[in-house]
Structure formats: structure tokens, C-alpha cells
């Protein structure tokens, strides 16, 4: 039988996975945020505030949280959007929200533990490992499950983002705005509409990873460290391909546990050191990432071979 | 002192000079004339090496300018004053000088003067942004950064284009009296009538080869030219 | 005048030398983004790396202040070269995302080594200075020196660029780097030349933070945001309007801080800034 801990690898996989494609949906349009830790610790924190502070179920948590994400992420973007002002100035500011986000959730340490973090309280009663109410499972076979039925809607949502306006008109928006908008395409609604689906998916994932960590501090699931960590995962393993994503999430929690195994707890943040190195490596000679080179890679053999026959 | 051998020249696939030679000999006046797109800023920009000849040689002074590296070619005394003007637009007359005489700092005091010298209006207008002046101005402030570095030839790339026709009689008067200080000067025009009442010698470009060449007065008395560019 | 009243004053005033320090933070960054064109996402880890520097060589190898400063803003601006030329460089043709994508790559990677190389405690410069009392308000020494050093940076800064020959480049590529060959200047030194500047301001910067504030690896995230904001709301790529929006968010966070707990002081810039972005969404100034 799998034990827990290639469980629990798989269900992080998964997990990650699905929250860098949600990620991707708009890098791929040229639109880099640096932000996207805000919305997963919104999703975290909201859901699990409400149950620790008013009882209330995960259930009705999370589209309270949701909605938050919703408010947050229309009110940054829009005006980036409207004003075409993109590129720069909204990596800038999508990495100011990630951290003033981080920092709103220090500074409601009364509520929130601040920097220690909060737990939410437990639901599990004797022998039970299923409490649904409170969306907590003992049982990683729950978790897997539950886990991949999102990497399944996100792969889902990725197709229909590149299909539904047409994968011509992404890459026009991407590419030249003015020669998109030219052609009938509304720019900012389909931006914002992309937005608001990235935000979304970003912020069920971190309501998932806090029922599933049953955990949740301020540097974890928000702020700048973990939407890099994002941005990394995705230009790893491709950030132009349905599956990239979830190459790069397979391939930076490998690495990291691998180093983990290898050099014990000894050094302590090598693991982002090498992210951090391999990340400039990837973006100067591989910006397409693993999945991506691999891809081309296959693709000029098959035409070569083809050729040759 | 300049001498172009069989040069060639090629943007991206497009082959836009063909074995091209040509030479300006020192203290002369010498003009390329042709049709739009012959390739005349190519030739010009080859000078200055702004671009790499794809063949032939480039002599200036009896030194190969093959291999020299464009921000090299200030300083061996070729100055060269590109289509449109192409002023600082931000920085003021005085800076745009300033920037011309980069490489020759110590004589900027006594250049400047000769430029304002030359150009009256300049000197009024000295603190003046370079983007706010009028085609004519802005075209006398190009040709006096370009004079700040004391060159031995100067480059003159079309220089009465997108000017108004009582401003353009006033620049080949100052080209006229360029010359006639004793600059040598190759210059690049489409207004071919006016060039050549200016310079002494001459080459037609089309479509990348030089197909005629002589002295100024012949070319203006050819049939040949008068039919085809000045509409006689 | 009673006691609300002056410690409010001296929360205006604090955020008036507040003010003076990010301007000089967001000057580096403007200077490189108004010039290359490529935002540093990872200036201020460039400065943690500084403030290191002065730490180490002042506390462990017992350099003087009035030479470890100067070295560690010498280092920086080396740093400032070799992130040019070995990371910007080479993705300088690339899509601007690769260009963001890259520096953000650089801050991961500073803050992942800092933490490596030097723990994740935080480290004090030792120095102490006193506090200098005007009335009932007390400053401190530390925050009017850099204020005092900030300003000089400002002005060396301005004078650099428009009383010098190679300041005068400077300006002269943004504005049309394709004729500067003519002028007989290298576009690839003035990059060079602009990145070691940016760098030693954001030395310059590094050596005034470390008087006042501890170092360690995340310490760029208390005030990396803040810059960026600073200059996007002035216009990215416009000094003067990164030196007035510099002011303007100090305030905030002074005056927004002395109400309520610091860390929601910066919500409250951030706020504002948020609603600036709606009024004028280009920032303040054009580059």
C-alpha cells in the first residue's frame, strides 16, 4: 500500500499544481503578478477565521472569502486594465498587494496569531476522520481525491480560457493591445475576466491547502515569498502548457524535498537559494520552461524525422 | 580621405547597396542622389558604421573602418548628422552640443562659439529645449552638435527633408557656406536641383548601384538626370 | 499647544525625514527604469546586501563607519554592474515579462542566500546614537543624518546629471539610444555606468537604513513595496515625481502609524494608493 508521506507528496502536487495553472492563466497573457500570494491567504485566512472566531463552516466561509478575493482583485486590477497601464507598473503593484496583505494579516494579531500563525480548531471527534461540516478529513485518500477533482477543474478552466476567445486572441491581447483591440477584442473586460478566474482558483487553493495543512501563517500562505515561489513553478515547467504548471510544481517540491532529505534541516532556506538562482537560469535560457523545451524538443524530432522518411 | 570599395549592405534578407564605390576627396563637396529608398541613409549609416558592410571595403584616412566599432568613428574625425535631425528632444540646444562634443571636451568652449557663430539663432535660443524648435532650427542645432567634434568629413543625411521651402533655401545656403569653409562634406539629398548647385562632385544611387557620376554642373546639364528627376 | 497636538507634529516631522530617505530609495529606481528601461524588482534586496556589508565590516572586522560605509557603497555598486550585465543583459531583447520575471528571480535568490549565509536573526549595527530633543519632540540622530545624507544624494544626484558630460549621456539615452554612437558614446557603457549608479545610490541608501534599522534577509519587504509604490505613483521613471510622492507616503505612514500600529500605516498608504491609481493612473509625472 502507498503510505502517507507519497501521499501526502502527491496530494501537495496536485494542490500546487493547480494553483500555479490557475497562476499561469495570466502570465500567459503577458500579465505577471507577484501577487497572487494575497489571494491565497485570503482564502486561507477568511475561512479559517470565521470557524475559529464565529463557528462558521468552512462552507459559507469560503465564498465569503471568495467574494473578498473578488473585491481585491477587481479594485488592483481594473484600474491597471482600464488605463493600460500593464507590464511594470502591475507586477509593482500586484507585489505591494502580496505584501500589505501579509501585513494586514501581522497586524490583526489579536485575531490572527500574527507571525505564529493560527490553526483552526478541530472537528474530528473521536474515530471519526471525516467531518465535512468543518471540511476536515483525516484520511489523505479524502484529501487526494478532493485535491485532484480542483487540478482536474483547473486543467478544465485552462482549456477553456485558451479555446473560449480563441487562442489567437489571447496571444493578440498578449502581444499588441492596440492591434487586439483593433479587431473588436475588449481588452479590459477579457483581462479582467481572466483575473478575476486566476484570483478565484488561487483562493479556493488556499482554502484547500488550510484545511488540508490545518495550519495557516502569514509568510506560508501570503506575501512575496510565496507568489515568487509561484512564478517559479510555473516558468519551470512551462508556462505556455496546459500541463506546465503542474511539471513545475512536481519539479520545486521534489527539489525541495530532495535537499530536505539530502542536507537534513542544516540549511535552512538552500531550497530558495537554488530556486532563486535556477529561476534567472530558466528565464535566460529556457523561458519555456521543462515541458516547454521538452515539447519542442520532441516536436523538432519528429519533424526531422519525418523529413528524413 | 573616404573611400568606399564594392561596398555591400543588408537589412535582414534585404540587400539594399550592391558593390558600391565611391570616394570624397579631402576639402571636397560631394553628393549622393537618388530616388526614395535607393539606399542613400544606408550609405551614409554604413559610414558612420551604424551598420556592418555585408562585403567590400570602407577607408577613411587610410585606415579600414570595417572593424571599428560604431561609437569609435566620432573621434577619428567623421561626424555624421542623421535623417530627421534626431536631436535630444529633452535636453536644451547647448546640451545637445554638449553631446556632440563628447569626445573633444577640451576645445567645447571654442567649438561652441564657432557654432553659435555660424548659427545666430542658435545662440538666442541656447537654453531652449531641442524638441520645442522649428524644423529649421532644430536642423541647424543637428548639423552644429555635429560640428562640436571638429570632424574631418561630415555626413549630412537629407538634410532639407520635412522643411518648408523658404527654410530649405536657407540650409543649402548654409551648406554652401560649409563647404566653402573647407569641410569636406558628403551629403545625401533627394532635392537633387538644389544639391548640386551646392556641391562639386556627385553620384547617383539607384536601387543600391551607383549608376552615374561626375561633376556637379555635368550631372545638372545630363539629359538623362533632367528627364527623369527634375521633371524637364 | 497640547500634548496630542505636538507629538502629532513630531509625527509630520519624522515623516518629513521619513520622506527624505525613500526619496533617495526611489530615485535608484527610477534612474535605472527611466534609462534601461528594466525595473530592479530586487532593489531592495540589493540594499539588505549593503546593509549587510556595513554590518560585517564594521562589527566583524572592525572597519570604522567612515570606511565601511564608503566600501559597502562601492560594493553595491558593483553588485549593481554584475545583476546588469549577467542577468539583465541577456534578456534585454526578450519580452519585458522575461525582464521582470528575472529580477524577481534575483530577490528570491538574495533573500534565500542572505538567510543562508548569515541566519535569519536579526542584526544590530551597535551604534547608538542620541536623540536630539527640539521642545517636547525627541528625534532621532540617526533618522536627521540620514535625512541630512539623503538630501546631499539628491543633490549630487542632480548635479551629476546636468553639469556633467557623462551625466548628460545619461539623460541624452533615454532619450534616443540609437544616435549615440554618433556622439562617440557607447550605449552599452552608459548602461553599465547607470547600473553602477543605481547601485551605489542604492548603497548610499543601505548605509543610511543600517543606522536606524536591523538587518535581516526579509528586511527588503519593509520598505521594497513601499519604493515601488513611491515610484509608480510619481510616474515610473520620473525623479521628480518620485521625490514628491516619497513625501507624500511618509506622511501617511507617520501620521497613519501614530494613530494606529504601525504595520497599518502602510495599509493606509497603500489605500491611498490604491485610490491615486484610480484619479490619475499614469502617476504624477511622465518619465
Given at each position: 500500500?502507498?503510505?502517507?508521506?507519497?501521499?501526502?507528496?502527491?496530494?501537495?502536487?496536485?494542490?500546487?499544481?493547480?494553483?500555479?495553472?490557475?497562476?499561469?492563466?495570466?502570465?500567459?497573457?503577458?500579465?505577471?503578478?507577484?501577487?497572487?500570494?494575497?489571494?491565497?491567504?485570503?482564502?486561507?485566512?477568511?475561512?479559517?477565521?470565521?470557524?475559529?472566531?464565529?463557528?462558521?463552516?468552512?462552507?459559507?466561509?469560503?465564498?465569503?472569502?471568495?467574494?473578498?478575493?473578488?473585491?481585491?482583485?477587481?479594485?488592483?486590477?481594473?484600474?491597471?486594465?482600464?488605463?493600460?497601464?500593464?507590464?511594470?507598473?502591475?507586477?509593482?503593484?500586484?507585489?505591494?498587494?502580496?505584501?500589505?496583505?501579509?501585513?494586514?494579516?501581522?497586524?490583526?494579531?489579536?485575531?490572527?496569531?500574527?507571525?505564529?500563525?493560527?490553526?483552526?480548531?478541530?472537528?474530528l471527534?473521536?474515530?471519526?476522520?471525516?467531518?465535512?461540516?468543518?471540511?476536515?478529513?483525516?484520511?489523505?485518500?479524502?484529501?487526494?481525491?478532493?485535491?485532484?477533482?480542483?487540478?482536474?477543474?483547473?486543467?478544465?478552466?485552462?482549456?477553456?480560457?485558451?479555446?473560449?476567445?480563441?487562442?489567437?486572441?489571447?496571444?493578440?491581447?498578449?502581444?499588441?493591445?492596440?492591434?487586439?483591440?483593433?479587431?473588436?477584442?475588449?481588452?479590459?473586460?477579457?483581462?479582467?475576466?481572466?483575473?478575476?478566474?486566476?484570483?478565484?482558483?488561487?483562493?479556493?487553493?488556499?482554502?484547500?491547502?488550510?484545511?488540508?495543512?490545518?495550519?495557516?501563517?502569514?509568510?506560508?500562505?501570503?506575501g512575496?515569498?510565496?507568489?515568487?515561489?509561484?512564478?517559479?513553478?510555473v516558468?519551470?515547467?512551462?508556462?505556455?502548457?496546459?500541463?506546465?504548471?503542474?511539471?513545475g510544481?512536481?519539479?520545486?517540491?521534489?527539489?525541495?524535498?530532495?535537499?530536505?532529505?539530502?542536507?537534513?534541516?542544516?540549511?535552512?532556506?538552500?531550497?530558495?537559494?537554488?530556486?532563486?538562482?535556477?529561476?534567472?537560469?530558466?528565464?535566460?535560457?529556457?523561458?519555456?520552461?521543462?515541458?516547454?523545451?521538452?515539447?519542442?524538443?520532441?516536436?523538432?524530432?519528429?519533424?526531422?524525422?519525418?523529413?528524413?522518411? | 580621405?573616404?573611400?568606399?570599395?564594392?561596398?555591400?549592405?543588408?537589412?535582414?534578407?534585404?540587400?539594399?547597396?550592391f558593390?558600391?564605390?565611391?570616394?570624397?576627396?579631402?576639402?571636397?563637396?560631394?553628393?549622393?542622389?537618388?530616388?526614395?529608398?535607393?539606399g542613400?541613409?544606408?550609405?551614409?549609416?554604413?559610414?558612420?558604421?551604424?551598420?556592418?558592410?555585408?562585403g567590400?571595403?570602407?577607408?577613411?584616412?587610410?585606415?579600414?573602418?570595417?572593424?571599428?566599432p560604431?561609437?569609435?568613428?566620432?573621434?577619428?574625425g567623421?561626424?555624421?548628422?542623421?535623417?530627421?535631425?534626431?536631436?535630444?528632444?529633452?535636453?536644451?540646444?547647448?546640451?545637445?552640443?554638449?553631446m556632440?562634443?563628447?569626445?573633444?571636451?577640451?576645445?567645447?568652449?571654442?567649438?561652441?562659439?564657432?557654432?553659435?557663430?555660424?548659427?545666430?539663432?542658435?545662440k538666442?535660443?541656447?537654453?531652449?529645449?531641442?524638441?520645442?524648435?522649428?524644423?529649421?532650427?532644430?536642423?541647424?542645432?543637428?548639423?552644429?552638435?555635429?560640428?562640436?567634434?571638429?570632424?574631418?568629413?561630415?555626413?549630412?543625411?537629407?538634410?532639407?527633408?520635412?522643411?518648408?521651402?523658404?527654410?530649405?533655401?536657407?540650409?543649402?545656403?548654409?551648406?554652401?557656406?560649409?563647404?566653402?569653409?573647407?569641410?569636406?562634406?558628403?551629403?545625401?539629398?533627394?532635392?537633387?536641383?538644389?544639391?548640386?548647385?551646392?556641391?562639386?562632385?556627385?553620384?547617383?544611387?539607384?536601387?543600391?548601384?551607383?549608376?552615374?557620376?561626375?561633376?556637379?554642373?555635368?550631372?545638372?546639364?545630363?539629359?538623362?538626370?533632367q528627364?527623369?528627376?527634375?521633371?524637364? | 499647544?497640547?500634548?496630542?497636538?505636538?507629538?502629532?507634529?513630531?509625527?509630520?516631522?519624522?515623516?518629513?525625514?521619513?520622506?527624505g530617505?525613500?526619496?533617495?530609495?526611489?530615485?535608484?529606481l527610477?534612474?535605472?527604469f527611466?534609462?534601461i528601461?528594466?525595473?530592479?524588482?530586487?532593489?531592495?534586496?540589493?540594499?539588505?546586501?549593503?546593509?549587510?556589508?556595513?554590518?560585517?565590516?564594521?562589527?566583524?572586522?572592525?572597519?570604522?563607519?567612515?570606511?565601511?560605509?564608503?566600501?559597502?557603497?562601492?560594493?553595491?555598486?558593483?553588485?549593481?554592474m554584475?545583476?546588469?550585465?549577467?542577468?539583465?543583459?541577456?534578456?534585454?531583447?526578450?519580452?519585458?515579462?522575461?525582464?521582470?520575471?528575472?529580477?524577481?528571480?534575483?530577490?528570491?535568490?538574495?533573500?534565500?542566500?542572505?538567510?543562508l549565509?548569515f541566519?535569519?536573526?536579526?542584526?544590530?549595527?551597535?551604534v547608538?546614537?542620541?536623540?536630539?530633543?527640539?521642545?517636547?519632540?525627541?528625534?532621532?540622530a540617526?533618522?536627521?543624518?540620514?535625512?541630512?545624507?539623503?538630501?546631499?544624494?539628491?543633490?549630487?544626484?542632480?548635479?551629476?546629471?546636468?553639469?556633467?558630460?557623462?551625466?548628460?549621456?545619461?539623460?541624452?539615452?533615454?532619450?534616443?539610444?540609437?544616435?549615440?554612437?554618433?556622439?562617440?558614446?557607447?550605449?552599452?557603457r552608459?548602461?553599465?555606468?547607470?547600473?553602477?549608479?543605481?547601485?551605489?545610490?542604492?548603497?548610499?541608501?543601505?548605509?543610511?537604513?543600517?543606522?536606524?534599522?536591523?538587518?535581516?534577509?526579509?528586511?527588503?519587504?519593509?520598505?521594497?513595496?513601499?519604493?515601488?509604490?513611491?515610484c509608480?505613483?510619481?510616474?515610473?521613471?520620473?525623479?521628480?515625481?518620485?521625490?514628491?510622492?516619497?513625501?507624500v507616503?511618509?506622511?501617511?505612514?507617520?501620521?497613519?502609524?501614530?494613530?494606529?500600529a504601525?504595520?497599518?500605516?502602510?495599509?493606509?498608504?497603500?489605500?491611498?494608493?490604491?485610490?491615486?491609481?484610480?484619479?490619475?493612473?499614469?502617476?504624477?509625472?511622465?518619465?
Amino acid at each position: 500500500m502507498i503510505g502517507n508521506y507519497p501521499l501526502h507528496l502527491m496530494i501537495l502536487v496536485l494542490l500546487w499544481g493547480y494553483i500555479y495553472t490557475s497562476w499561469s492563466l495570466m502570465g500567459r497573457l503577458g500579465m505577471v503578478s507577484f501577487g497572487h500570494g494575497a489571494f491565497m491567504g485570503i482564502g486561507a485566512y477568511t475561512v479559517v477565521m470565521l470557524w475559529n472566531h464565529f463557528g462558521l463552516s468552512p462552507w459559507i466561509g469560503a465564498p465569503v472569502a471568495l467574494a473578498l478575493t473578488a473585491v481585491v482583485a477587481i479594485v488592483i486590477a481594473y484600474p491597471c486594465f482600464r488605463f493600460k497601464i500593464v507590464g511594470h507598473y502591475f507586477a509593482l503593484v500586484t507585489l505591494a498587494l502580496s505584501e500589505v496583505t501579509r501585513l494586514v494579516f501581522v497586524a490583526m494579531r489579536d485575531h490572527t496569531g500574527g507571525s505564529l500563525g493560527a490553526t483552526p480548531n478541530g472537528a474530528l471527534i473521536e474515530g471519526t476522520s471525516v467531518a465535512v461540516g468543518a471540511v476536515q478529513f483525516s484520511s489523505k485518500w479524502v484529501w487526494l481525491g478532493v485535491v485532484f477533482a480542483f487540478w482536474l477543474l483547473g486543467l478544465w478552466v485552462w482549456r477553456l480560457v485558451d479555446r473560449g476567445m480563441g487562442r489567437l486572441a489571447l496571444q493578440a491581447i498578449s502581444e499588441d493591445e492596440e492591434a487586439a483591440a483593433s479587431v473588436g477584442i475588449h481588452v479590459t473586460r477579457a483581462k479582467l475576466q481572466v483575473t478575476l478566474v486566476s484570483a478565484l482558483m488561487t483562493c479556493t487553493g488556499g482554502i484547500l491547502y488550510a484545511q488540508y495543512q490545518l495550519y495557516v501563517n502569514p509568510d506560508t500562505v501570503s506575501g512575496i515569498a510565496i507568489s515568487l515561489q509561484m512564478v517559479f513553478g510555473v516558468i519551470a515547467g512551462g508556462m505556455f502548457v496546459m500541463l506546465g504548471p503542474t511539471v513545475g510544481a512536481a519539479f520545486t517540491l521534489l527539489l525541495a524535498e530532495g535537499l530536505r532529505l539530502g542536507f537534513g534541516n542544516k540549511y535552512p532556506a538552500l531550497d530558495t537559494t537554488i530556486y532563486g538562482v535556477m529561476l534567472v537560469m530558466f528565464i535566460i535560457f529556457m523561458p519555456k520552461g521543462i515541458l516547454g523545451a521538452a515539447l519542442d524538443g520532441w516536436r523538432r524530432l519528429r519533424v526531422s524525422g519525418t523529413m528524413q522518411s | 580621405m573616404l573611400s568606399l570599395e564594392g561596398v555591400s549592405a543588408a537589412y535582414g534578407g534585404f540587400q539594399a547597396l550592391f558593390g558600391v564605390s565611391l570616394e570624397v576627396r579631402a576639402g571636397e563637396s560631394v553628393a549622393v542622389i537618388g530616388p526614395n529608398g535607393a539606399g542613400k541613409t544606408t550609405l551614409l549609416r554604413l559610414i558612420s558604421k551604424l551598420i556592418d558592410p555585408t562585403g567590400g571595403k570602407i577607408q577613411f584616412d587610410d585606415q579600414l573602418l570595417n572593424r571599428v566599432p560604431p561609437h569609435a568613428v566620432v573621434s577619428r574625425g567623421i561626424a555624421h548628422v542623421p535623417e530627421n535631425r534626431r536631436l535630444f528632444p529633452r535636453l536644451t540646444i547647448e546640451e545637445n552640443l554638449r553631446m556632440g562634443a563628447f569626445t573633444s571636451r577640451k576645445t567645447f568652449d571654442a567649438k561652441r562659439d564657432l557654432v553659435f557663430g555660424l548659427f545666430p539663432r542658435l545662440k538666442e535660443r541656447r537654453g531652449q529645449l531641442a524638441g520645442t524648435l522649428s524644423g529649421g532650427e532644430q536642423q541647424m542645432c543637428a548639423i552644429g552638435r555635429a560640428l562640436m567634434s571638429g570632424p574631418k568629413l561630415l555626413l549630412l543625411d537629407e538634410p532639407s527633408a520635412g522643411l518648408a521651402p523658404v527654410v530649405v533655401q536657407s540650409i543649402f545656403e548654409l551648406v554652401r557656406k560649409i563647404c566653402s569653409e573647407g569641410y569636406t562634406v558628403l551629403i545625401v539629398e533627394q532635392n537633387i536641383r538644389q544639391v548640386l548647385k551646392v556641391v562639386e562632385r556627385a553620384y547617383l544611387l539607384e536601387a543600391g548601384k551607383i549608376v552615374l557620376s561626375g561633376r556637379a554642373q555635368e550631372l545638372l546639364n545630363s539629359k538623362d538626370i533632367q528627364k527623369a528627376y527634375l521633371g524637364l | 499647544m497640547d500634548v496630542f497636538d505636538i507629538f502629532l507634529l513630531e509625527a509630520v516631522l519624522n515623516g518629513l525625514l521619513l520622506g527624505g530617505l525613500l526619496a533617495l530609495l526611489s530615485l535608484g529606481l527610477n534612474l535605472i527604469f527611466g534609462v534601461i528601461d528594466v525595473v530592479w524588482i530586487c532593489y531592495a534586496e540589493l540594499i539588505m546586501c549593503g546593509m549587510y556589508a556595513v554590518y560585517y565590516l564594521h562589527v566583524q572586522y572592525h572597519w570604522p563607519l567612515y570606511a565601511a560605509m564608503p566600501a559597502a557603497i562601492l560594493i553595491v555598486a558593483v553588485l549593481g554592474m554584475i545583476l546588469h550585465q549577467f542577468v539583465i543583459k541577456p534578456v534585454l531583447a526578450a519580452e519585458p515579462i522575461n525582464q521582470l520575471l528575472v529580477t524577481g528571480g534575483v530577490l528570491f535568490f538574495l533573500q534565500a542566500a542572505a538567510t543562508l549565509a548569515f541566519g535569519i536573526d536579526f542584526k544590530n549595527l551597535g551604534v547608538s546614537l542620541p536623540a536630539v530633543r527640539i521642545g517636547e519632540m525627541s528625534f532621532s540622530a540617526a533618522r536627521l543624518i540620514a535625512f541630512g545624507a539623503a538630501a546631499a544624494g539628491v543633490i549630487g544626484l542632480f548635479v551629476f546629471l546636468n553639469k556633467t558630460y557623462l551625466g548628460t549621456a545619461i539623460r541624452a539615452i533615454s532619450q534616443d539610444r540609437a544616435i549615440m554612437p554618433l556622439m562617440g558614446v557607447s550605449p552599452a557603457r552608459v548602461y553599465t555606468l547607470t547600473s553602477a549608479l543605481g547601485g551605489a545610490l542604492a548603497g548610499l541608501g543601505a548605509c543610511l537604513l543600517v543606522l536606524q534599522y536591523d538587518v535581516h534577509p526579509a528586511i527588503g519587504l519593509s520598505f521594497g513595496p513601499i519604493t515601488f509604490l513611491i515610484c509608480v505613483l510619481g510616474g515610473l521613471g520620473s525623479m521628480a515625481g518620485g521625490l514628491i510622492a516619497a513625501f507624500v507616503f511618509a506622511q501617511f505612514i507617520s501620521v497613519g502609524g501614530f494613530f494606529f500600529a504601525i504595520e497599518w500605516g502602510y495599509v493606509i498608504a497603500f489605500a491611498f494608493f490604491i485610490a491615486m491609481m484610480f484619479i490619475r493612473p499614469q502617476g504624477l509625472f511622465r518619465r
